[in-house]
Structures are given as C-alpha cells and as structure tokens.
Nanobody, 125 residues
Framework: QVQLVESGGGSGQSGGSLRLSCAAS????????MYWFRQAPGKEREGVSC????????YYTDSVKGRFTTSRDNVKNTLYLQMDALKPEDTAMYYC??????????????????WGQGTQVTVSS
C-alpha cells in the first residue's frame, strides 16, 4: 500500500534552517508529482511546494519563495524540503503528499490523493 513517512521536523529559531524528508513506498514514486502541504492551528491547509516527476520544475507558495527548496531523489524514493530563513509564521504541521491520479505534473491549485502522517515544525522568535 502507499506509504509516505515524513521526518526531520522539530523546533528551530527564527532565521534558522530545518530539512524535512519524506520516504515513499507502495507506488511508482519516480512517475508522480510530489507536494508539501502545511497546516497551522486554526488555519486551512495550504500547499507549500510541488515538484514534477523528473524534478526539473518546482513551484512554491509566495510566502516561502526564496527560502524553501524542494527536491527529490528518484533512486531513494525520497522527497525533501529544505527550509531556510525560518520565520515564526512557518510553524505548522507539514505533510508530504502524492498525486496518484494526475501523473507527473503539478496541478494548480495543488491537489493530492495520498498523505503522510505529518511532522511538526515549530519556529520561535
């Protein structure tokens, strides 16, 4: 079955960095676009980033552009999110997600069919 397992969350200082990883299994990882979403307490879930199946194209929500970088390793079946210049407003549960319906390209708005359990990121000022 499809499994997405996030790791790497935790606490960080404003201006610091964290790197999230997502280990994927149970589907053809290299054929599908992959997403990172986040949800802060009391707020709606938002799409943070998307990366196409080859990794050649990435998309970011405006609030993280220039600070976050998503990448993938199609040999290790792993998705990454490098978060730099962290801000307190980045505090949220972060979810790795896959779109197993649309294939290798990113949808707008972001859409996923399968989700990980999430990893908490907390940024203090």
């Amino acid at each position: 079955q499809v499994q997405l397992v996030e790791s790497g969350g935790g606490s960080g200082q404003s201006g610091g960095s964290l790197r999230l990883s997502c280990a994927a299994s149970g589907f053809s990882f290299s054929s599908n676009a992959m997403y990172w979403f986040r949800q802060a307490p009391g707020k709606e879930r938002e799409g943070v980033s998307c990366i196409t199946w080859t990794g050649s194209t990435t998309y970011y929500t405006d609030s993280v552009k220039g600070r976050f970088t998503t990448s993938r390793d199609n040999v290790k079946n792993t998705l990454y999110l490098q978060m730099d210049a962290l801000k307190p407003e980045d505090t949220a549960m972060y979810y790795c997600a896959a779109d197993l319906m649309y294939g290798g390209y990113c949808r707008k708005p972001p859409y996923a069919t399968n989700w990980g359990q999430g990893t908490q990121v907390t940024v203090s000022s």
